[in-house]
């Protein structure tokens, strides 16, 4: 069985990697040229969530959403509440409520998981890639709680050609006009 790689090009979710001066020279590589505020370019905090919160956000999930959040799963296609939803909106992390898609890149690829063109922010979806099972694919994660999400293939419709497979018990909806979740 195969294992997980951070992806860590300078151009991944439209960041920059940036080596850290002074003091700190030594102590690694970051990302989001302002760590003070971890704010996405949309407005949205990414700084990572503490296990603690991570652990009692879960505690609201059922068996199915823990298995595919947490430990990597993948749900059944053709069978998540949200393939087939044509509303206006916004899917956000189930866990932790950041924005991840908006309703304008859903697409009907045919593959029997909601599927998205683009993210609602870059920055706010963390590729990783993912060599289990035999085959190299990207997953995609939760840039705030780390939660799994699906995968990207370069399949897709234009303009981005990608094709953001998610699996639908990791998103949640939020009709046009209704607050999004901001922390």
């Avoid at 998540?80 to 992390?93: A, F, M």
């Avoid at 998981?113 to 990207?138: C, E, K, L």
């Avoid at 939760?142 to 999400?149: E, G, K, Q, T, V």
Wanted: proline fraction near 8%.
């Amino acid at each position: 069985m195969g294992g997980f790689r951070y992806e860590t090009p300078d151009t991944i979710a439209g960041q920059r990697n940036h080596r850290l001066e002074g003091p700190q020279e030594n102590k690694g590589w970051f990302t989001m040229g302002n760590m003070a505020d971890h704010l996405s370019a949309s407005g949205y905090n990414l700084e990572p969530l503490p296990a603690a919160r991570i652990k009692e956000l879960a505690g609201k999930l059922s068996p199915e959403e823990r298995r595919i959040l947490l430990d990597h799963g993948t749900e059944s296609p053709f069978c998540g509440g949200l393939l087939d939803n044509k509303k206006k909106g916004t899917y956000v992390c189930r866990l932790c409520g950041l924005p991840l898609f908006k309703s304008d890149a859903k697409f009907d690829s045919g593959t029997g998981w909601p599927s998205f063109f683009q993210p609602f922010d870059p920055a706010h979806i963390r590729n990783i890639t993912d060599s289990s099972y035999g085959m190299v694919r990207v997953e995609n994660r939760c840039a705030r709680c780390d939660s799994h999400l699906g995968h990207v293939f370069p399949d897709g419709p234009p303009p981005t050609r990608q094709r953001y497979c998610m699996n639908g018990v990791a998103l949640e909806f939020f009709e046009e006009g209704t607050e999004l979740p901001r922390d």
